[in-house]
């Protein structure tokens, strides 16, 4: 064959040799023609290679590149038949300057062509014009070979478009052009191009042109000398000894041979050279990347059928190959299977490829051009697509779960490439059960079997393939894989280099598709997307021609998803079915309970028919009676057996027969409803003085109607209202009498409101009167207790301070201090007369309420004590403070209760305490105590509550008391006094009463306290009483009904109150003269003990001499004191001070305001309103201590007071140690 185109092609190493007569005269023909819109065929020697190639391909002279139109001298037939590319071709040869004005895309394409024939641009860069991608080439010096390949719509997706004009840089991989408008085909992107590429391209689509597939700048690689740089592709081919092969060596080569494979090694695409008897092969770097894989480089030289090369594939492209040699016909083979051997394994491969027979200029076939694409991945996912196309039309038909896994194995036969086995199991929950298996609960996998529900290529009974499965007990197998698929719920590929498959598992088994063993296999887990329970396995064999790369994982993937979705669809369809079978089923039950319960409902209606007291009836239009009951017949006295139409008009008086005439008009005319009281002709006896009277019936009756409207019957009742119309008769005669009773009832209510309203006006006055005197009476007494503490104490400032005083003077001095402290106790005893007064008069008029509000009883406790502590310390009184462990462990920390109440007993059993336990010559002490219960505390042992005849009431049942839990707080107060008798303890707690008539000489008093602290403890749920020996002690202790404060903190006291009985400890204060020796008492310091010069205070009060008398007491302890005569001087004084904004550098200090309530211009409650209103506004920098100081020491106004914004309220009269204590408490929780 060698030798053949040896002789048939010309051997002038030169084809210009020819005389240039010959080419001018050539040259004008086909200028001629072409202008005739006729291209010439180009005699250059390899024209039947370029027009046997099925890519659009034609030839430009060179010379005339740069000319105003160019000469285009050979298109082959693949570019004609195309007529719309072949035209848009052609007008890119024409004028230069109409192209420019007319086409734009035409015009670069032509600005492309010269760029290439001119070296401007490399010629490896493509360009995408009429939607094909072109190339182009310089062959010979002379020629411009410029060929195309289609260029599909995802290459232009990637392509972006370059402005204005064709971008002349080296760099760009495609350019892209569209054909005009003037065409008359579908609009193109206009000039865009690549700015990168993919590494991966389908086979069909335009592919960048690396540099190491060509030979920049090189005319002619088979030449001795070759100029330019050689691609390491070309540089091999070179080094090949084609002398030792059918070619010979390359210095023998003809010229059209030359060109041929100098266009071979040009072309990006893969192309090979099929030479001679022996097929000698020949191929250029795409070909050896693409489709000689491993075989390269031994392939390059060697024959088609030699070991090593294409020997596997010759009887599948052999007798292809002999037709093409025989006929001299190309020829196209698309999307052929061929099996290769590459990478140690026979691997499916698809091609599309085509041979093109090389004449040489001979008669004879010398040569194959061959042009194969690799179409595996499209062929591949074609073949799977069809497969996942059948498994979703197979799996609709299923329309329960049991029957999806035939229609699963149904779906996959056809494809015995990618599935060579197939094994389904489903999964059931009853391990020993032999059901079908169709679902799976949410049990976990120990409790599953799996039932084998078909196969595909395993034979029956094979070892791979068990009818049943248990996945607890079971071994081997795929059963391990089970487990792991069902814990992972993704497939699980299996391999027999890893061992995860076991060789000895597939022995056996039928292989499907290409009849070869497979080296792996995959279990896929088979649950529904609408759930996460694992309803069946399938597993399958893996296509043993094919790696499982991506592209096989993916169609795995798809797999997968199809079956989870076909599942799911099999799922909801079948639970459909099966809650319409349900719903019927209930929809029957429903009607067979209706139908029982309508039978048992005309049963029952008929049996209270035949019970009731009423007459009922039912008469047809005509008059006649259709039904009616006993008690019918017996009121109207109607024979039973006589029917006739109106018969019973007879029962009735002569005087309703009017009446009863117009009803029946209004019934059958009117058909309406009617009702009238009628009077029948058989008379009425009283049972029980037979006396005869008018018998009366009620009678109703209304028409029933068919569903066409007409009327059937009528239906109605009948009362006996005879004892009716007697009792009604009777009634009149009584109304006469009531009317009489009820003058006079009105008479006595109009008495007994008038006595309620005087009741309560005097009541009111009473209040008044006491509110008055209360007031009237406590703000002397205030002044009185704070000038005889004033000279007390200045006298005993005095003496402390003067060691030379003279006794006689000394002597009148603390006489002097005798007589003022003597003041101060009547002043007090006075003032708690005033509160048992105000107390009593309340309780006597119900109008003590009992108020809960958040309290911490450890805190208002310590509080209590404070009050007695100078008192404590002058008697030398040890008073100490213990929380018993149930009130940490119950959390009793915070409660709800009305600590005014509360505080009023605790006050009453200390004054009591310190009463009788100052005058004992031996250890004085004072212990009170604080636990908490979850039920009311009984007594213990000698101790006895006081008896009551009212039972406990539940104060804790309004809703202002929350829901928190009930709590039994007890307190107890211990002295160590005198002590009480039996005959003593019988005395206590009545009103008026002491232990005994010697007390009020010796001790003081009224015998309130104690029967106001019984009444307050009885108002809050609780009971008070005693345990005394005579000469030992006394303990007086009470409990209160309370509930737990929600949402309060277990550590609100943590720093307070530890866990078990606690000793809340008070400091002594230091000897001194009048005092000699203190008393330790809980954690308050004493008053003299402070340093209160820092303060600066504000009296608010309108009454001068109380506030003299105020300021004074303030000024002794070393304060600053401000005064104002009402709350309009108040404010106006707060706004120079540093808490106004603005005034924090220059402005007056103030610590607290002490502010009466009654003043006139602005009253206190009125002021400390419009403060809280400044301090909201941001006007005050920080929250203002204010305590209320007044007279009228009625709870209700303390509770108005703090609602107004008071921090405490201080009621007269006081001392000034009660008020600094009072004062230090607010500034420290400030």
């Given at each position: 064959?060698?030798?053949?185109?040896k002789?048939?092609?010309?051997?002038?190493?030169?084809?210009e040799?020819?005389?240039?007569?010959?080419?001018e005269?050539?040259?004008?023909?086909l200028a001629?023609?072409?202008?005739?819109?006729?291209?010439?065929?180009?005699?250059?020697?390899?024209?039947?290679?370029?027009?046997?190639?099925?890519?659009?391909?034609?030839?430009?002279?060179?010379?005339?590149?740069?000319?105003?139109t160019?000469?285009?001298?050979?298109?082959?037939?693949?570019?004609?038949?195309?007529?719309h590319?072949?035209?848009?071709?052609?007008?890119?040869?024409?004028?230069?300057?109409?192209?420019?004005?007319?086409?734009?895309?035409t015009?670069f394409?032509?600005t492309?062509?010269?760029?290439?024939?001119?070296?401007?641009?490399?010629?490896?860069?493509?360009i995408?014009f009429c939607?094909?991608s072109?190339?182009a080439?310089?062959?010979?010096?002379?020629?411009?070979?410029?060929?195309?390949?289609?260029?599909?719509p995802?290459?232009?997706?990637?392509?972006?478009?370059?402005?204005?004009?064709?971008?002349?840089?080296?760099?760009?991989?495609?350019?892209?052009?569209?054909?005009?408008?003037?065409?008359?085909?579908?609009?193109?992107t206009?000039?865009?191009?690549?700015?990168d590429?993919n590494?991966?391209?389908?086979?069909?689509?335009?592919?960048?042109?690396?540099?190491?597939?060509v030979?920049?700048?090189?005319?002619?690689?088979?030449?001795?000398?070759?100029v330019?740089?050689?691609?390491p592709?070309?540089?091999?081919?070179r080094?090949?000894?084609?002398s030792?092969?059918?070619?010979?060596?390359?210095?023998?080569?003809?010229?059209?041979?030359?060109?041929?494979?100098?266009?071979?090694?040009?072309?990006?695409?893969p192309?090979?050279?099929f030479?001679?008897?022996?097929?000698?092969?020949?191929?250029?770097?795409?070909?050896?990347d693409?489709?000689?894989?491993?075989?390269?480089?031994?392939?390059?030289?060697?024959?088609?059928?030699?070991?090593g090369?294409?020997?596997?594939?010759w009887?599948f492209?052999?007798?292809?190959?002999?037709?093409c040699?025989?006929?001299?016909?190309?020829?196209?083979?698309?999307?052929?299977?061929?099996?290769?051997?590459?990478?140690g394994?026979?691997?499916?491969?698809?091609?599309?490829?085509?041979?093109?027979?090389?004449?040489?200029?001979?008669?004879?076939?010398?040569?194959?051009?061959?042009?194969?694409?690799?179409?595996?991945?499209?062929?591949?996912?074609?073949?799977?697509?069809?497969t996942?196309?059948?498994?979703?039309?197979?799996?609709?038909?299923?329309?329960?779960v049991?029957?999806?896994?035939k229609?699963?194995l149904?779906?996959?036969?056809?494809?015995?490439?990618?599935?060579?086995?197939a094994?389904?199991?489903?999964?059931?929950?009853?391990?020993d059960?032999?059901?079908?298996?169709?679902?799976?609960?949410?049990?976990?996998?120990?409790?599953?079997?799996?039932?084998?529900?078909?196969?595909?290529?395993?034979?029956?009974?094979?070892?791979?393939?068990?009818s049943?499965?248990?996945?607890?007990?079971?071994?081997?197998g795929?059963?391990?894989?089970?487990?792991?698929?069902?814990?992972?719920?993704?497939p699980?590929?299996?391999n027999?280099?890893?061992?995860?498959?076991?060789?000895?598992?597939?022995e056996g088994?039928?292989?499907r598709?290409?009849?070869?063993?497979?080296?792996e296999?995959?279990?896929?887990?088979?649950?529904?997307?609408?759930?996460e329970?694992?309803?069946g396995f399938?597993?399958?064999g893996?296509?043993?021609?094919?790696?499982?790369?991506?592209?096989?994982?993916?169609?795995?993937?798809l797999l997968?998803?199809?079956?989870?979705?076909s599942?799911?669809?099999?799922t909801?369809?079948?639970?459909?079915?099966q809650?319409?079978?349900?719903?019927?089923?209930?929809?029957?039950?429903?009607?067979s309970?209706?139908?029982?319960?309508?039978?048992?409902?005309?049963?029952?209606?008929?049996?209270?028919a035949e019970?009731?007291?009423?007459?009922?009836?039912?008469?047809?239009?005509?008059?006649s009676i259709?039904?009616?009951?006993?008690?019918?017949?017996?009121?109207?006295?109607?024979?039973?057996?006589?029917?006739?139409p109106?018969?019973?008009?007879?029962?009735?008086?002569?005087?309703?027969v009017?009446?009863?005439?117009?009803?029946?008009n209004?019934?059958?005319v009117?058909?309406?409803?009617?009702?009238?009281?009628?009077?029948?002709?058989?008379?009425?006896f009283?049972?029980?003085?037979?006396?005869?009277?008018?018998?009366?019936?009620?009678?109703?009756?209304?028409?029933?109607?068919?569903?066409?409207?007409e009327?059937?019957?009528?239906?109605?009742?009948?009362?006996?209202?005879?004892?009716?119309?007697?009792?009604?008769?009777?009634?009149d005669?009584?109304?006469?009498?009531?009317?009489?009773?009820?003058?006079?009832?009105?008479?006595?209510?109009?008495?007994?409101?008038?006595?309620?309203?005087?009741?309560e006006e005097?009541?009111?006055?009473?209040?008044?009167?006491?509110?008055?005197?209360?007031?009237?009476?406590?703000?002397?007494?205030?002044?009185?207790?704070?000038c005889a503490?004033?000279?007390s104490?200045?006298?005993?400032?005095?003496?402390?301070?003067?060691?030379?005083?003279?006794?006689?003077?000394?002597s009148?001095?603390?006489g002097?201090?005798?007589?003022?402290?003597?003041?101060?106790?009547?002043?007090?005893h006075?003032?708690?007369?005033?509160?048992?007064?105000?107390?009593?008069?309340?309780l006597d008029?119900?109008?003590?309420?009992?108020?809960?509000?958040?309290?911490?009883?450890?805190?208002?406790?310590?509080?209590?004590?404070?009050?007695?502590?100078?008192e404590?310390?002058?008697?030398?009184?040890?008073?100490?403070f213990?929380?018993?462990?149930?009130w940490?462990?119950?959390?009793?920390?915070?409660?709800?209760?009305?600590s005014?109440?509360?505080?009023?007993i605790l006050?009453?059993?200390?004054?009591?305490?310190?009463?009788?336990?100052k005058?004992?010559?031996?250890?004085?002490?004072?212990v009170t105590?604080?636990?908490?219960?979850?039920?009311?505390?009984?007594?213990?042992?000698?101790?006895?509550?006081f008896?009551?005849?009212k039972?406990?009431?539940?104060v804790?049942?309004?809703?202002e008391?929350?829901?928190?839990?009930i709590l039994?707080?007890?307190f107890e107060?211990k002295?160590?006094?005198?002590?009480?008798?039996?005959?003593?303890?019988?005395?206590?707690?009545t009103r008026?009463?002491?232990?005994?008539?010697?007390?009020?000489?010796?001790?003081?008093?009224?015998?309130?306290?104690?029967?106001?602290?019984?009444q307050?403890?009885?108002?809050q749920?609780g009971e008070?009483?005693?345990?005394?020996?005579?000469g030992?002690?006394?303990?007086f202790a009470?409990?209160?009904?309370?509930?737990?404060?929600e949402?309060?903190s277990?550590?609100?006291?943590?720093?307070?109150?530890?866990?078990?009985?606690?000793?809340?400890?008070?400091?002594?204060?230091?000897?001194?003269r009048?005092?000699?020796?203190?008393?330790s008492?809980?954690?308050?310091?004493?008053?003299?003990?402070?340093?209160?010069?820092?303060?600066?205070?504000?009296?608010?009060?309108?009454?001068l001499?109380n506030?003299?008398?105020?300021?004074?007491?303030?000024?002794?302890?070393g304060c600053?004191?401000?005064?104002?005569?009402?709350?309009?001087?108040?404010?106006?004084?707060?706004?120079t001070?540093?808490?106004?904004?603005?005034?924090?550098?220059?402005?007056?200090?103030?610590?607290?305001?002490?502010?009466?309530?009654?003043?006139?211009v602005?009253?206190?409650?009125?002021c400390?309103?419009?403060?809280?209103?400044?301090?909201?506004?941001?006007?005050?920098?920080?929250?203002?201590?204010?305590?209320?100081v007044?007279?009228?020491?009625?709870?209700e106004l303390?509770?108005?007071?703090?609602a107004?914004?008071?921090?405490?309220?201080?009621?007269?009269?006081f001392?000034?140690?009660?008020?600094?204590?009072?004062?230090?408490v607010?500034?420290?929780?400030?």
């Open positions: 064959m060698m030798s053949a185109m002789e048939g092609l010309p051997s002038s190493p030169d084809l040799s020819s005389s240039d007569d010959i080419k005269s050539r040259e004008t023909t001629v023609l072409t202008r005739q819109n006729s291209i010439v065929d180009l005699d250059l020697g390899f024209t039947d290679f370029l027009s046997a190639d099925g890519r659009p391909t034609f030839v430009v002279r060179l010379r005339t590149i740069n000319e105003e160019i000469s285009i001298v050979f298109a082959n037939d693949a570019l004609r038949s195309c007529s590319v072949f035209e848009s071709v052609r007008k890119s040869s024409g004028p230069r300057s109409v192209l420019q004005n007319v086409s734009q895309d015009f394409f032509r492309w062509l010269e760029d290439i024939a001119n070296r401007t641009i490399h010629k490896s860069v493509p995408v939607g094909f072109w190339s080439f310089i062959t010979d010096h002379a020629w411009l070979v410029v060929g195309g390949s289609r260029c599909p995802t290459e232009l997706n990637r392509l972006v478009d370059i402005p204005g004009t064709l971008s002349r840089s080296p760099t760009p991989s495609v350019v892209t052009l569209s054909a005009t408008s003037e065409l008359g085909d579908e609009p193109q206009s000039a865009p191009i690549r700015r590429t590494s991966f391209e389908s086979p069909t689509s335009t592919t960048e042109v690396n540099a190491s597939f030979t920049p700048g090189t005319p002619d690689w088979t030449v001795k000398y070759p330019g740089d050689l691609s592709h070309i540089i091999f081919t080094s090949i000894d084609w030792a092969t059918p070619l010979g060596d390359m210095s023998t080569w003809t010229r059209e041979f030359r060109q041929i494979v100098n266009l071979l090694m040009g072309n990006p695409h192309a090979a050279l030479w001679g008897d022996e097929l000698t092969v020949m191929y250029n770097k795409a070909y050896a693409s489709i000689a894989g491993d075989k390269h480089p031994r392939l390059m030289g060697v024959g088609f059928t030699t070991a090369a294409f020997q596997e594939l009887d492209v052999g007798p292809i190959f002999d037709e040699v025989q006929t001299g016909n190309s020829v196209a083979v698309s999307e052929q299977n061929l099996p290769i051997l590459r990478s394994f026979l691997e499916e491969e698809f091609y599309t490829w085509s041979l093109t027979p090389l004449y040489g200029g001979t008669s004879k076939v010398i040569g194959l051009y061959n042009a194969p694409f690799d179409v595996s991945k499209s062929a591949r996912a074609r073949r799977a697509t069809e996942l196309l059948k498994l979703g039309q197979a799996t609709t038909l299923a329309k329960k049991s029957e999806i896994w229609q699963i149904i779906a996959l036969e056809d494809n015995g490439y990618d599935f060579p086995f094994l389904v199991y489903s999964v059931s929950d009853e391990v059960s032999m059901d079908d298996g169709s679902s799976a609960s949410s049990v976990s996998a120990d409790m599953k079997s799996c039932i084998l529900e078909g196969a595909l290529g395993v034979p029956e009974g094979h070892v791979a393939a068990p049943k499965i248990d996945l607890k007990r079971s071994a081997g795929f059963i391990p894989s089970f487990r792991d698929a069902m814990r992972s719920r993704e699980k590929l299996l027999i280099k890893d061992g995860s498959l076991a060789e000895s598992l597939i088994i039928e292989w598709g290409y009849g070869e063993r497979c080296r296999a995959i279990v896929c887990p088979i649950r529904p997307t609408n759930g329970n694992v309803m399938l597993v399958i893996v296509n043993p021609r094919r790696r499982f790369d991506e592209d096989y994982h993916a169609f795995i993937r997968d998803r199809q079956l989870a979705t599942l799911a669809s099999v909801l369809f079948e639970a459909e079915i809650r319409g079978l349900n719903a019927a089923e209930a929809a029957a039950q429903e009607r309970r209706l139908s029982r319960e309508l039978e048992l409902q005309r049963t029952r209606m008929q049996r209270m019970m009731s007291a009423v007459g009922m009836f039912s008469i047809d239009p005509q008059g259709l039904e009616a009951n006993d008690t019918w017949y017996e009121l109207t006295g109607h024979p039973r057996q006589q029917w006739d109106m018969s019973w008009l007879n029962v009735l008086h002569e005087d309703s009017p009446h009863m005439a117009a009803g029946w209004r019934l059958t009117d058909r309406m409803a009617w009702n009238a009281e009628l009077r029948l002709k058989k008379p009425w009283d049972p029980v003085t037979g006396e005869e009277l008018d018998n009366w019936i009620l009678v109703g009756a209304q028409p029933e109607f068919s569903s066409e409207g009327m059937i019957s009528l239906m109605g009742s009948i009362t006996d209202i005879t004892p009716q119309k007697r009792s009604a008769r009777d009634a005669m009584r109304a006469k009498l009531s009317e009489k009773l009820l003058a006079r009832e009105q008479e006595a209510k109009d008495l007994q409101l008038k006595q309620l309203d005087e009741a005097n009541r009111r006055r009473q209040n008044n009167f006491i509110d008055i005197t209360s007031h009237e009476m406590r703000n002397p007494l205030s002044a009185i207790l704070q503490d004033s000279i104490s200045s006298i005993k400032d005095a003496l402390q301070d003067n060691d030379k005083i003279d006794p006689a003077i000394e009148v001095l603390e002097s201090v005798e007589a003022a402290e003597t003041i101060q106790l009547c002043a007090q006075q003032k708690s007369i005033v509160d048992d007064i105000l107390t009593i008069s309340k008029s119900h109008l003590l309420l009992i108020t809960p509000m958040e309290v911490q009883p450890v805190e208002m406790v310590t509080q209590v004590l404070k009050m007695f502590t100078a404590a310390q002058m008697c030398n009184i040890d008073m100490r213990i929380v018993e462990r149930s940490v462990e119950l959390d009793a920390n915070t409660v709800l209760l009305d005014s109440r509360l505080r009023q006050v009453n059993l200390m004054s009591n305490a310190i009463k009788f336990t005058a004992e010559t031996r250890d004085r002490t004072i105590s604080l636990s908490a219960h979850l039920r009311a505390p009984s007594a213990p042992e000698d101790f006895k509550y008896p009551t005849n039972g406990h009431s539940d804790t049942s309004g809703q008391w929350g829901n928190g839990r039994y707080l007890r107060v002295d160590s006094g005198c002590g009480l008798t039996e005959e003593e303890k019988k005395n206590l707690f008026y009463s002491q232990a005994s008539p010697k007390t009020h000489v010796k001790y003081g008093g009224s015998g309130l306290g104690l029967f106001i602290s019984r307050l403890a009885e108002l749920g008070i009483g005693v345990a005394a020996k005579y030992v002690g006394s303990t009470f409990y209160v009904k309370a509930r737990k404060a949402g309060i277990r550590e609100a006291l943590k720093d307070k109150v530890n866990a078990g009985p606690q000793l809340l400890a008070l400091p002594k204060p230091a000897n001194s009048v005092a000699s020796a203190p008393a008492l809980a954690t308050i310091s004493s008053l003299s003990g402070n340093n209160h010069s820092t303060w600066h205070v504000l009296i608010v009060e309108d009454n001499v506030q003299r008398v105020l300021a004074k007491g303030i000024k002794k302890l600053t004191v401000h005064v104002a005569n009402h709350g309009g001087e108040a404010l106006e004084m707060i706004q001070t540093k808490y106004y904004k603005g005034c924090e550098n220059n402005g007056k200090e103030l610590t607290v305001i002490l502010m009466d309530l009654e003043m006139p602005m009253d206190g409650m009125t400390v309103r419009k403060i809280r209103e400044l301090e909201k506004d941001g006007l005050l920098n920080n929250h203002l201590p204010i305590i209320a007044t007279a009228n020491a009625r709870n303390v509770i108005a007071a703090k107004s914004g008071m921090d405490d309220v201080m009621p007269k009269p001392q000034i140690r009660d008020l600094v204590t009072k004062i230090e607010i500034l420290s929780s400030v």
